[in-house]
């Protein structure tokens, strides 16, 4: 694990990051208990278990009179897989009468490509009232016949935070992604989300609660989800969600 995080007095923020990590967790275990983040880039991915990684990404950031703030990042991940096959069976010879067992035992490898970039702009518009904007290209490659993915995303956010802990949010959502590989035909998606949350902060941001609604205008659509995203549904929904820390 390589992180770099260098901060200067202009304002400016420089990121860059190196990892290799191999996930050794089941899809939906527990997660690693090394560092998540390392040089601000996430090193996680939720791979197969005994998926090799390695990330290269880089990140730069700007602060502009306390109220605003801009940057980008760019990020390459490969993943690759080794998996054990045996398979086994019977051979029966008519001749002699003898049954013999036979097995096979070999390695599946495969291998995937992802490639990414963002670009993020933050506005204090007042104390209590923030803007965000951000857009992500996101590029998975699969060297297989399944569907490689090529997806943009943009995303705007108007967040409110009363002082009694009390806060509001509504974020319209493009997506526009096209899939297809070896045999499978090209496909395109192409729609805007719109979502809404309240919640609730307490006191010296301990914790939060939260209740998100989903697709507010039950827009139904094809969609794979990129690497930051929880899965998305093709209709509307609620998520209520809870933190504490002790």
């Known amino acids: 694990k390589l992180g770099l995080v260098a901060?200067?007095?202009?304002?400016?923020t420089l990121r860059a990051s190196y990892t290799t990590l191999f996930d050794y967790t089941a899809?939906?275990?527990?997660?690693?208990?090394?560092?998540?983040?390392?040089?601000?880039?996430?090193?996680?991915?939720?791979?197969?278990?005994g998926t090799d990684q390695e990330l290269f990404a880089l990140g730069l950031d700007q602060k502009i009179a306390n109220s605003s703030f801009i940057g980008g990042d760019v990020l390459y991940r490969k993943l690759s897989l080794k998996m054990p096959v045996?398979?086994?069976?019977f051979s029966f010879d008519r001749a002699t009468g003898d049954l013999a067992d036979r097995i096979f035992e070999g390695t599946d490898a495969g291998s995937a490509e992802i490639s990414r970039s963002d670009l993020y702009y933050y506005q204090v518009l007042r104390e209590d009232l923030v803007l965000a904007l951000d857009y992500a290209w996101e590029y998975f490659n699969e060297e297989s016949v399944l569907p490689d993915t090529s997806t943009n995303r943009v995303q705007a956010a108007l967040r409110y935070f009363h002082p009694s802990g009390v806060f509001a949010q509504i974020s319209p959502?493009?997506?526009?992604?096209?899939?297809?590989?070896?045999?499978?035909?090209?496909?395109?998606?192409?729609?805007?989300?719109?979502?809404?949350?309240l919640g609730y902060e307490f006191a010296a941001r301990?914790?939060?609660?939260?209740?998100?609604?989903?697709?507010?205008?039950?827009?139904?659509f094809e969609y794979s989800p990129i690497t930051d995203e929880q899965?998305?549904?093709?209709?509307?929904?609620?998520?209520?969600?809870a933190r504490y820390n002790f």
């Not at 045996?86 to 069976?89: A, E, I, L, S, V």
């Not at 899965?231 to 969600?241: A, E, H, K, V, Y």
């Open 86 to 89: 045996f398979d086994g069976g």
């Open 7 to 12: 901060a200067f007095d202009t304002g400016t």
């Open 173 to 197: 959502v493009w997506r526009y992604q096209e899939r297809g590989g070896d045999i499978a035909p090209k496909t395109t998606s192409n729609f805007v989300m719109l979502d809404m949350g």
């Open 231 to 241: 899965q998305i549904f093709p209709r509307i929904g609620g998520l209520l969600s």
């Open 206 to 220: 301990r914790g939060r609660v939260q209740f998100d609604l989903l697709n507010v205008t039950d827009y139904n």
């Open 27 to 49: 899809r939906g275990g527990i997660g690693q208990l090394e560092p998540t983040f390392v040089g601000g880039f996430n090193q996680l991915y939720d791979a197969l278990s």
